[in-house]
C-alpha cells in the first residue's frame, strides 16, 4: 500500500500532467492567457465571425447585375446605422470604410491640406496650410503630419498636455493662424487612459470656421459619440478595437466639411462617393457593423464593470507598493523622499471618472535605486506566463524606445524604464486581475533580486511577494 504523503505527490503529480495535456492543446491553451492588451487589438465576437462568414463571397457592390444588389443595400446600411449611432444621418454625413483608422487619419490630414494649399494658392498667399494637433496622437497622425511637413506641404504646431494627459482648450486656442485649416485631437489617448474635452475644442474650432477631427479608435466601441453635440466635423474608428476583425476602419465626414474643401481622394476610384477608391470589404463592413451593436449592448454595464476591474487591480497593486503620486515624479522637489521601490499610476486622478478612460491602467514600477528597472524584462516574464499586457503602444515594443506620449506628459527616466499599460476587454475578470497581481509582483521581486539589491531590499520585497501554487505554474508555464 502506498502511503499517504506518496499517494498525495503521485496524485498531484498526475493532475499537473493532465492538465499539461491539455493546456498544450489547442482550446485549453487559449483560456489560459490572460489578455490584457485589449487597446492594442481585441479578439472577435461570434456575432462579428458569423457576418464575416454570411457574405465573405458576396457579389461586388459595383457591379451592375441585380445580384450585387443586396450588397450595395447591405453596405449602405451598414453607413447608415453607424452614423445613427454618431447621432446623425447620410443626410448631412457620409460614413466611409476604409482599412482601418491609419488610413482614416492619414486621409483626412491629406485631404485637408491638399485642399486648403488649392485654396490659399487661388488666393495668391504665400501661406501653407497650418495643422494643429495634441502632441499625444497616435502614430499614424504623428508621422503624416511629420511627413507632410518636412517636404514643406505643411506647418504644424504640438499642443502639450499637462501631466495628467489632458489638453487645456485654451492651448488650442491660442495656437490658431489665420491659415490653420484643421485641428485633430484624439479623444481618448491609447497609452495614458485619459479622455480629451472634444466638446470644448470642437467649440473653439467652429468659432474660428476650422475643422475638428477626432481620432476614436479608443473610445469608439465603449461610448456612443455624437458627433453633432461634441462639435466633431470628421471621426476616425477601427474596427479591431471593438471586437471586429482587422484590417477594416471608418472616416465619418460632416458633408460641409467634403463640400466645404471640395475634398477628394487619397485613394482614386469611383466607389465609395469617389472618396475612397476599391473595391469595398463588404464581409468587413458588416462584421464591424454587427460588432459595433454586441459592443453596445449593455454598454454602460460593461463601462461600469471595467471601472471596476480597474479599481480593483489598482487597489490590489496598493496593497504590495508603496504608492506614490506621479506628480512627484514629473515635478520633483528636494524636499521629496523616493522609497526604493514605488509604484505610480499615470492619467488623470482616480476621483475625475469622467476624464479617464474605463478599460485602461497605465502604471509604472519606479526604481530609484541600483541598477534601473526594465519593463521589457518584465513584459517578458508575464509573456512567458501567459500573461499579455504592453509597455507602450504596440508598435513601441518591438523598437522598444519610450514613447512620445510619456515624453509629452514629462516622464522621467525612471517612469519610462518602468511604465506597464494593462487595457482590459468586457469578459475579463477579476480572477484574472487577481492572479496577473501575483505574477506581477512576483516578475517584479524576480528582476529587482536578479538585480543587485542589497538584501534588506531584496526582504522587503520578499515579503510582498506570493509564492505561485503548483495549478498555477501548470496553467502558466
Ligand atoms: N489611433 C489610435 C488611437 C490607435 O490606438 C490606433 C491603433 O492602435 C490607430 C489609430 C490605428 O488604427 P488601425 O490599427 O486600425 O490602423
Redesign the pocket.
Known sequence: MLSKKIRNKKNSSNKKNSGKKTSKKGKRQNNDIIYFDN???TFVCDPAKQALMDWISCYNASSDSKMAKPVKQILEQSGEYLLGKCGVSSATHTAIF????????CFIIRACAKAYKKKLIEMDSMLKPHIICSAL?????MECVHDLENIGEIDVTYVYPTIYGNIKPEDVEKEIKQNTCLITM?F???EIPVLTNIKKIGEIAHKNRIPLHS????IFGKYEIDIIKNNIDAL??????FYAP????LLILSNALIDGYNLTAEISGSQQHGLRGGTENVAAVVSMTAAYKHAHNNRAKKNEKLFQLRSHCLEKLREHFKFNEYENYAYPSNEMKFEDLELISLGPPEDKRGHILPNTLLIAICKNKGRPFCNVELKKYLDIKNIIVSIG???LTKSEKASHVLSAIAAPPVVKRGVLRISFNDDNTIMQINKFIKLFVNGVFKQCTDLDLSKKEINKIDKLSYKIDDEEQENTD
Open positions: 487597446n492594442s487589438t476604409t482599412s482601418g483608422a491609419t488610413e482614416s487619419n496622437e497616435h502614430h499614424s497622425i484624439m481618448a489617448n491609447n481620432d476614436c479608435v479608443q476616425s474608428a477601427s474596427g479591431h478595437k482587422k484590417g477594416i476602419g503602444s504596440a508598435c
